[in-house]
C-alpha cells in the first residue's frame, strides 16, 4: 500500500507539472526513478496514463479519469492531517471530563465558561457521577479529566488541587430546639437523638464521613441517605434533620441564619478537591489546553 501511495504521488506531481524534469525537483526524485514509477504504474493498471512528447507530457483518457480520484484521496489525506494538527494542537476536539453534580455546579462550570469562550471549537462533554465512577473511568482512558475530591495516592493518576472543602453537619434552628436537648450536649448525644441524613454509600464523602464516625465511636441509629448534595442541603433547609454539607456550599444559608452548623468534639479533616488525569507521556490537545488555562487563572495549587 505504502509503495503504490508512492506511486500515486508521483503520478499526480508529474500530471499538474506536465513534465517529468519539474516533478523531479519537486519531488527530490531523479528523473530516471519517476520515469520508472510512472511505468511501473501503468503496468500494474494495464493501461497509458501519458502521451509523451518532446515538450512533456500529458494525460490520457485513462490518466484524467485516475487523476481526478487521486486528487479527491490526497486532498482527504491533507484535510485528515490538518484536523490532526488541529486536534493534536488543542484547537479543535473533544474535552471529556467527569464530576460529580454538585462540584459541577459549584466549581466546574466558572471554569468552563471562561475557557469556551477561549476556545469555541473545542467540544466539553461532562460525565455527572460519583468520585469512584470518574476514577474507575480515569483508570480506563474513558475520560480526559476529572474533578475530585482528592483519592489519596494513586499510580495512575495525576491529582492538582484548586481548594479545600470542609464537611459539616447543619440543621436549621427550629429542628435542633424540636430535639429539645441539653444547652452543651456533645456529639454523641446529638447524632443519637436526630435524623441524620448522609449520601448514599458509593459516594467518596459518605464513606469519608462513615470513616470519620467509626474513628470517633459516633452511632446514628436514625439516618437518612440522599444521592446529591443539592438534595440534602434543602432537605436540611425544610427541617428533615441534620445534614452532612459541604460548609463552602452553604456559605449563604450560613450567613443568613437559615441553617446552623453543629459544633462536633472533634472536628472533621479539611479535605483537598481538583483536576486529575491519567499519567501519559503525551497529553491530548484540548486537555493540555484546558490545563494551561487553569494554570493562566492561577487556579491550579500544586
Known amino acids: 500500500m505504502d509503495s503504490n501511495l508512492s506511486l500515486y504521488k508521483i503520478f499526480y506531481t508529474v500530471a499538474n507539472t506536465h513534465n517529468i524534469s519539474r516533478a523531479s525537483k519537486e519531488l527530490y526524485i531523479s528523473q530516471p526513478a519517476i520515469s520508472k514509477a510512472i511505468q511501473k504504474l501503468e503496468s500494474n493498471l494495464g493501461t497509458p496514463l501519458f502521451y509523451r512528447t518532446s515538450r512533456g507530457v500529458t494525460l490520457t483518457k485513462e490518466g484524467s479519469l485516475l487523476y481526478s480520484h487521486i486528487q479527491n484521496a490526497l486532498a482527504s489525506i491533507s484535510r485528515g492531517e490538518e484536523a490532526l494538527r488541529k486536534e493534536l494542537s488543542g484547537e479543535t476536539g473533544t474535552l471529556h471530563i467527569g464530576v460529580s453534580s454538585t462540584l459541577c455546579k459549584y466549581l466546574l462550570l466558572p471554569y468552563l465558561k471562561g475557557f469556551i469562550q477561549e476556545n469555541p471549537s473545542i467540544r466539553v462533554f461532562i460525565a455527572c457521577q460519583s468520585t469512584a465512577h470518574t476514577v474507575r473511568m480515569l483508570e480506563q482512558h474513558q475520560l480526559d479529566l476529572g474533578l475530585i475530591a482528592y483519592p489519596g495516592p494513586h499510580p495512575q493518576l495525576t491529582f492538582h488541587a484548586i481548594g479545600e472543602i470542609h464537611d459539616v453537619f447543619v440543621a436549621t434552628s427550629d429542628y435542633m430546639k424540636n430535639l429539645r436537648l441539653p444547652a452543651h450536649a456533645d456529639t454523641s448525644v446529638i447524632f443519637a437523638s436526630a435524623t441524620i441524613m448522609l449520601l448514599d454509600k458509593e459516594n467518596i464523602t459518605r ?48 450567613k443568613a441564619g437559615l441553617l446552623t452548623e453543629i459544633p462536633l468534639d472533634i472536628p472533621i479533616h479539611t479535605r483537598s478537591v481538583g483536576f486529575s488525569y491519567k499519567k501519559v507521556p503525551v497529553l491530548s490537545g484540548p486537555l493540555q489546553r484546558f490545563l494551561d488555562y487553569l494554570w493562566r487563572q492561577g487556579t491550579l495549587l500544586s
Open 207 to 254: 464513606q469519608y464521613i462513615n470513616d470519620f464516625m467509626l474513628q470517633n465511636h459516633i452511632e446514628t441509629p436514625n439516618f437518612l441517605e440522599v444521592t446529591d448534595m443539592d438534595l440534602l442541603i434543602e432537605f436540611s433547609r425544610i427541617s428533615l434533620g441534620i445534614g452532612c454539607v459541604i460548609r463552602e456550599f452553604i456559605q449563604e444559608d450560613l
